[in-house]
């Protein structure tokens, strides 16, 4: 069934502003994340850097999507449907916002390493990366097609995500007794797998904001989701 | 362009209510009520259960019928020739239609606030005292205690305990509306109505006659019909939607303004038709 039109126009429009510029600020993130990847597996500065110099326009839409809300909620006294989307609007912002932290704080980190010489046990972290894109793609796709469904999965397979991480940090703790003089690239490798580790909660976090802007079901701190 | 005003959601009207009130006794039970201006049917088998002590919301659109509902309540609608009605209205216990109740008496357990506010060309004090007076009340020292306890009750005593013999048309907007709310409180009624009681009020008067109505639902059963939503969320507990003559939801008022049950109330209350 067609949505009824808002009797103020404006608002619409303020609306989907609002939500434009989140899947921007999201597409963004997303972005950063790939470069990352790339400049970690490719040893290429160049893309780390691309991901640094990125962030200052996340940030900005962070605030951009801030003033945005809260005009709306100035304005327009949202009820309702309307009133969850621009919260969970302002919320995925700073969801988005952390995720492209995160993707910097792995681009800090790859520099370091390319700096030393190439460690083969790298290819140990690709199977983290998969799940955390994956996961953090979803999550968008979710809070852009107001998909619950595919919201519902995300918090099972962040579950998946912190025990990769587990499994991979005491892989490398075993590495560093045999190989020594790798640990500081292995420490390295460690944090990275913990920022993509935080990736899926992020990923998580908007799902679940996406639920509650849909169906109004709180399924934060839960343990099974609903 | 698009069209500024949409239809509203062509689909089967349902009604969602919600009667729980937390252990409150229903103070008003309305039942299968229908009302009729002549031929034209006002209202259709509204079903609602007002709690006591509570503040009770009704929204809708223009003409939906709340207005008509709430002068049902205190049978102000007697007055209009050829209306005429079926199911019934019980309150704390009995029926308003019952043959042995007077209506001056009803009123008397029913004040009404009206939107604009209508003082006497008389003092503040005899505003006041005004419904005593009718009913027979003369004592001077009733009076006096009266004055002091509706106006203290409607948050105006403090304002004009100075001068209660000057004319009532002499006050503020807000003041006057204040004063009406006194008026309406002096004969200790145990409900009290309002038709937009803030409607022709600035928003600092408005304020404080919201601050008013959560006081004063410590003592009084309160129904309040309103056009803003803001207001609405602010003062009342439950609050029932109306659509053309028909209750559509009823339920708490939080739940309402956040996650209506119907699309009807969900498209009214998000602005998608007027």
């Known amino acids: 069934m067609e949505t009824p039109r808002h009797i103020l126009t404006n ?175 292995y420490l390295e490798l460690i944090f990275i797998a913990r920022f993509l580790e935080r990736i899926g909660d992020q990923a998580k976090s908007i799902a679940e904001d996406t639920i509650y802007a849909v169906e109004v079901k709180d399924i934060r701190h839960t343990s099974i989701p609903n | 362009m698009p069209p500024v005003l949409s239809k509203p959601t062509e689909q089967p009207m349902e009604t969602t209510v919600n009667t729980t009130t937390e252990g409150r006794p229903d103070f008003i039970s309305i039942r299968d009520f229908s009302f009729f201006y002549g031929k034209k049917q006002a209202l259709f088998d509204i079903s609602l259960d007002i709690p006591e002590r509570q503040v009770t919301a009704f929204i809708g659109p223009s003409g939906c019928g709340k207005s008509t509902l709430l002068r049902n309540l205190n049978r102000m609608n007697d007055l209009i020739d050829g209306i005429r009605h079926s199911g019934d209205i019980v309150v704390n216990g009995r029926s308003i239609y019952d043959p042995h109740i007077e209506v001056i008496s009803l009123r008397k357990r029913v004040g009404m606030v009206f939107q604009k506010s209508n003082p006497f060309p008389k003092s503040i004090y005899e505003n006041v005292v005004y419904p005593l007076r009718v009913s027979g009340q003369n004592k001077k020292s009733v009076l006096d ?113 956040s996650n209506p049950a119907q699309k009807q109330t969900e498209d009214y209350i998000t602005g998608r038709f007027g």
């Open chain 1, 11 to 185: 608002f619409e429009t303020a609306l989907e502003n609002l939500r434009n510029d989140v899947l921007m600020m999201a597409s963004l993130a997303a972005r950063s994340l790939d470069c990352a990847r790339k400049g970690l597996f490719e040893r290429d500065e160049d893309w780390c850097n691309t991901v640094i110099a990125d962030d200052e326009e996340v940030d900005a839409l962070e605030i951009q999507i801030d003033n945005a809300g809260m005009d709306i909620m100035l304005r327009y006294h949202p009820f309702a449907s309307d009133l969850r989307n621009v919260i969970a609007a302002m919320k995925t912002s700073v969801n988005l916002e952390r995720a492209a932290d995160q993707a910097v704080g792995i681009a800090r980190r790859a520099r370091k390493l390319i700096l030393q010489p190439a460690l083969p046990e790298i290819a140990r972290i690709e199977p983290l990366f998969d799940t955390a894109t994956n996961l953090f793609k979803d999550a968008i796709k979710a809070f852009s097609d107001g998909d619950i469904e595919l919201a519902r999965t995300l918090k099972l397979r962040d579950k998946g995500l912190d025990e990769q991480n587990r499994s991979f940090a005491e892989t490398l703790a075993d590495l560093m007794q045999k190989n020594p003089d790798s640990i500081r690239g």
């Open chain 2, 145 to 257: 205690e009266t004055v002091e306890r509706s106006l203290q009750g409607a948050a105006l005593w403090d304002e004009v305990k100075d001068r209660l013999h000057e004319s009532g048309l002499s006050l503020s907007g807000g003041q006057m509306q204040r004063l009406c709310i006194a008026r309406a409180i002096a004969n200790r009624p145990e409900i009290l109505l309002m038709d937009e009681p803030c409607s022709a009020l600035d928003p600092i008067a408005t304020v404080k006659v919201e601050e008013l109505i959560r006081e004063l639902k410590q003592e009084f059963t309160i129904v309040i019909v309103t056009h803003n939503m803001q207001q609405a969320t602010r003062c009342s507990d439950r609050t029932a939607f109306f659509y053309l003559g028909k209750l559509v939801e009823f339920d708490e008022t939080p739940k309402i303004f």
